[in-house]
C-alpha cells in the first residue's frame, strides 16, 4: 500500500513540475533557495482558524503545564507530518506542536531537495486534506529560516511552550487585545498590554543619547539595580544603544515597561519570548501610533521625534 502511495506521489510530482511556482508559493524570503540544507520553522493554519485539530486542557494544579488533546483529524496531522521523512528521507523533523487552529512544525533540511520545499509542504496538506474530506488548510504557510547561533533552541522552546501561552490569552485576554484610537495628547494609537499603565502614578522616560558611552549606559543600569522602588514604570521607544540596554536591566529588575513602538500590530500578533512573560503579568504596554506594515524599514529622524514626544506626554501629562 505503501509503495502504491509512494509511486502515485511520483508521478504527481512529475505532472505537476510547478506547483511551487503558484501564487500562493511565492510570499517566500527573496533569493533563498528552498530546496538547499536549511533548517526551518513552518507554521500552517486551519481554513478560518477554525479548532479542527485539538482542544486546549489545563488540570487544576497551578503547577502543571496545559497541553493540546488532539482530536481524531489532529492525530492524522500528526501522523502525516511524521510521514514526511518518510517521503523525503533529505529532511529531518526536529519538533511539532499541533494547536487547535494552526501547527508549528521545525524541521531541518540535511541534504538538497528535488523539488521547492513549498511543494513538498503542498503534498502534506494535500495528503491531510483527504482526512478531512475537504479543504482543511488556509491558503499557503509561514516559514521562518533559522541561521543564527542559539535560533533553534529558541524555536524549540516557543513550539513547546505553544499550549501555555494560548491558555496565558485565554486567561487574561484583556492584556493580549488590541485596543484601537486610543488618545494621547494629539496622537491617535494602537495599544496591546496593561492598559493601565497608562495612569500610574510613578513613570520615568528612558531616553539615551546615542553618543552613550558603555560606562554611562553601565552607570544607569546600576541605578536601576539599586533602586528601592521598583514601582516605577519605564517608558521608551528603545531606539537608541542606551534605552535598549536600560530598558532590557528594567525587564530583569521587574520594572512595568510601557514601549513605543515604529510598526504596529498586524492581525493575531502577540509579544515574544520575555514579553509574552511581561505582558500576561500586567507590567507591560505596547503602544503603536502607526499600522502594521511587512517592510523593513529604518526608522526616521522624524518618527524618532514623535515617539520621544509620545513617551514625554505619557511621563509628564497622564
Not at 511524521?82 to 529532511?91: D, G, R, Y
Not at 549606559?217 to 521598583?230: M, P
Not at 517608558?235 to 540596554?245: R, Y
Not at 507590567?283 to 522624524?302: S, Y
Request: proline share 5%.
Amino acid at each position: 500500500m505503501e509503495d502504491k502511495r509512494n509511486e502515485q506521489r511520483k508521478a504527481w510530482i512529475k505532472n505537476h513540475p510547478k506547483i511551487e511556482k503558484k501564487p500562493s508559493m511565492l510570499r517566500r524570503k527573496s533569493k533563498h533557495d528552498y530546496q538547499a540544507p536549511c533548517i526551518y520553522m513552518i507554521t500552517i493554519v486551519v481554513k478560518g482558524h477554525k479548532p479542527l485539530l485539538g482542544t486546549l486542557r489545563s488540570s487544576d494544579n497551578n503547577h502543571s503545564v496545559p497541553w493540546v488533546e488532539l482530536t481524531h483529524l489532529g492525530g492524522s496531522v500528526r501522523d502525516e507530518w511524521f510521514n514526511i521523512h518518510i517521503h523525503h528521507p533529505e529532511i529531518k523533523l526536529f519538533s511539532l506542536q499541533i494547536m487547535p487552529d494552526h501547527l508549528h512544525g521545525i524541521i531541518y533540511v540535511t541534504k538538497r531537495l528535488p523539488i521547492h520545499l513549498g511543494s513538498i509542504i503542498g503534498y502534506f496538506k494535500k495528503d491531510t486534506n483527504k482526512a478531512h474530506g475537504g479543504t482543511l488548510w488556509e491558503e499557503s504557510y509561514h516559514d521562518r529560516i533559522l541561521q543564527r547561533r542559539g535560533q533553534l533552541e529558541q524555536m524549540c522552546r516557543y513550539v513547546e511552550e505553544n499550549p501555555f501561552r494560548l491558555w496565558i490569552k485565554r486567561t487574561q485576554p484583556t492584556y493580549f487585545t488590541v485596543y484601537q484610537n486610543i488618545a494621547i495628547g494629539n496622537t491617535q494609537v494602537e495599544i496591546m498590554g496593561n492598559r493601565f499603565l497608562l495612569n500610574h502614578p510613578f513613570k520615568k522616560q528612558v531616553l539615551c543619547s546615542r553618543n552613550m558611552t558603555e560606562k554611562e549606559i553601565d552607570a544607569a543600569r546600576q541605578l536601576l539595580k539599586e533602586c528601592n522602588n521598583k514601582d516605577i514604570v519605564l517608558v521608551s521607544p528603545c531606539i537608541s544603544h542606551g534605552e535598549k540596554e536600560i530598558m532590557k536591566c528594567g525587564f530583569q529588575e521587574g520594572f512595568s515597561q510601557i514601549i513605543l513602538l515604529e510598526n504596529g500590530f498586524a492581525k493575531h500578533q502577540k509579544p515574544q519570548g520575555k514579553q509574552f512573560k511581561a505582558c500576561s503579568d500586567g507590567k507591560l504596554l505596547l503602544i503603536a501610533p502607526w499600522p502594521h506594515h511587512n517592510d523593513r524599514k529604518t526608522i526616521t529622524r522624524e518618527q524618532c521625534l514623535q515617539l520621544n514626544e509620545l513617551a514625554r506626554i505619557i511621563v509628564e501629562e497622564l
